[in-house]
């Protein structure tokens, strides 16, 4: 059983904030109507529905568990994937015999949750984080009973669509970037200090190593 | 999301007697325009590698010109945000249905949509082929032999790294001698370092990658200032896209750029020649009459055009007497190892690969497959890096920020590994339809055994070499990049598209320059061969024009050959 509710995530970066460089040479005028934008506009639901919707916010705080931050800080993954779904924003790909991202999702969040109640007996939903965890670790192991799935491969799913999708959404936010130390807009201002451990002074300066990684690849079918 | 940033991609920028001046915020430089009831000498289609330098040369050799761009017509000092998911649009979104083996990615991946073509956005790695390549098949016994000799290629590489003043080393380690690159060398990085470390260690030689960037002042355009946002669009300009390069020189020679310009259908007449591009603009249809047609969409887009413009006379599609078109389509394989390192290694910085071992292109002994590798040190943006990993690998949950808290330690190498041609592997038109109702493309792909085996040494080798530069906790990925081929190039109309001049074997007034007309791939990235390749295609036709072959008006009688 995993101990998933007794993993905490630290930032090396604690004290790094890429918005204190709004005003400074690091940040241009068109980066900064962009990213406002993302911070200040909060899409609200119009693809999914009201019960997919939850089980896609409960899923999301699984992949990307967000444990420290309110409500107010939260990244609204769903909320924001909600949109691309509305938009119907595609990728330039469209693989042969796979559904689209707007067949995926639906699909593949009831096959999720047929999952939990054939492992646990209770919806997505109603499970501990730890039994969601485990959920979600059965469907990349392929462990899981394809009949739920309905023309979808659950491990290709699970990757490839909401694994990608996830972090392209959590990684393009600012407090993103703040807790992996990644240096943001840089335009017009670049950088100087390129060598190992060299840093410019508005760069995110590391507190504390990051922890041990766990080994990817142990739990490859 | 884009609306906020400009208008770029809703409103047409190059019209009313000018377009963007890519060097200023707002500003315009001239252009010419022509009556689409003249025919210009040249509609071309496309503005990347192959468009926009064959605009630039043959406007400047006074012949007129139209080239056309499906999408926007950017100034990057306004237009491009330091931001992975803004810059987006930057890329070929409209989809294609990809199958075979090892369904390929489109989009980010490989194809650009805007003025400058998919260079816009490209990584700047700027290479030039291992010379024996341009006769693999005679020479090594894979693949195609190209239609030209590697000494010409060699002299035309030498004008497209002036033309775009690419900074390398003063020596560079491997093949037969050249000269200095025009611009001095980019000083390393911490993840270039690592490439370096690694070499030294397994007794390879390595080099400063020749890159399409500035380390000097040019113009307007200042020096590189290590922004690392190269692949998603350079804001500054240091970064020498064919947007900042060919494009405004086609302009001040006198050549029409047409943004926002769809091109879906090249039209034939009785005769079977090619008469104009049907294309959409301004929400509507049009026609521009031309007395030659250049194809310069790139690998599907350019077999995609030719195989839609299907007509009484050509039933298979123009060009495709020989059935190719479309086929041998190519990618590189993109495989790489990444690991953490015990410094601070702060990827972002810098153009992402500035160290480059090209080893595995020029040695044949004690390898078990046909071809080359290159590879290079790494730099992805997070959304990039992040991708890469779950897709891979699939941590979730605190693992997942976890790992991605490593990002600043991380580094990376990653290969551009030759595939091999195979008819297999093709374009072809679906029965579905796009926004403008033209067929969307659909795409075969699959690696063969010799591909596998050369990805499979170059984990190995790779492996061996990141962990003796000190990384740990390796892990693995696998993809593929670029595309080449699908209308290959030769010296006989039963094996290839166009002849060594980009000219079609069936109709003498259409011609095809870019990507496509790759018969191998390579082991090296290939926007500098598709560069070098369309000022040898230009010269060839500027010379055919001063011997009267080229095609005078839409109906003349020039026919050649068959
Ligand atoms: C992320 C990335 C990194 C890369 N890094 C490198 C690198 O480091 N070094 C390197 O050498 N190469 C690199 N490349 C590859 C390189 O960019 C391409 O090989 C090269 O640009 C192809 O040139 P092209 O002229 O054939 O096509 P493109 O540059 O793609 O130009 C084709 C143009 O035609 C337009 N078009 C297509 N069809 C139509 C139509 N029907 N009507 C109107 N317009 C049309 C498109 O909008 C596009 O602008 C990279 C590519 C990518 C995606
Ligand atoms: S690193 Fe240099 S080339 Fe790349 S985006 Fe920055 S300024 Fe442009």
Redesign the interface.
Known sequence: MSREHLKRFRTPYPDYNVLAKWDTPSFDDVTRRVIAHRLEHVPKRRFLDEAQYALLRAVMDTVLPQPERSEADRIPLEALLDEKLAMNLTDGTRHKDVLTQREAWPRGLAAIDAEAHAMHGRGFLSLSADERHSVLEAIDTGRVDGEHWKGLVPKSFFRHVLLKQAVKIYYSHPAAWNEIGFGGPAAPRGYLRLGPDMRDPWEAEEKRRPQEAEDLSEDET | ?SA???DAEFTLRATKGRAPNVFRRGEWVPMREYDENEPVDFAIVGTGCGGSVLAARLAEAGFSVVAFDAGAFYRPL?????????QEKL?????????GND???????N?GKCVGGTTVHFQMVALRFRPEWFKSRTALGYGHDWPVDWREMWRYYAIAENDMKIAGPVRYPWGPKRGRYPYREH????SA?VLARGAEAMGVKWTTTPTASLSAPRGEAHP??????CKIGC??NAKQSMLVTYVPRALAAGAEIRDLAMVGRIETGPDGRATGVHYHRDGKWRFQKAKNVVASGYSIETPRLLLNSASEKHPDGLANSSGLVGKALMAHTNNAVWG??N????W???PPSLAVCEHWNYVDEGKDFDGGYSFMSQGP???DF??T???N?????????????????MAGLKIVGETMPNDDNRVELSDEKDRLGLPIP?VTFSLSDNDKRLAAHAEDFMSRMLEAAGGS?L?HTASTAHLMGGCRMGDDPATSVVDASGRSWDIDNLFVCDGSLFPTAGGVNPSMTIVANSLRIADRIIAMGKRGELSQSAAADGKRGA
């Open positions: 999301m906020i940033a400009s306004e237009d491009f945000a330091s931001d992975e998911a803004e890329y070929w979104l409209d989809e294609r249905i990809s199958g369904p390929l990615e489109f989009g980010s991946n194809s000083e390393l990085s911490a370092l590189c200032v290590n922004r690392g946002f804001a500054t953490i390192m410094e601070e290694i702060r972002y910085k810098g943006l997070p959304t992040a991708t990993l779950v897709e690998e699939g941590p979730f949950g605190a693992d997942l920020r976890n790992w991605m808290a490593h990002y600043n330690h659909k906790n892990f």
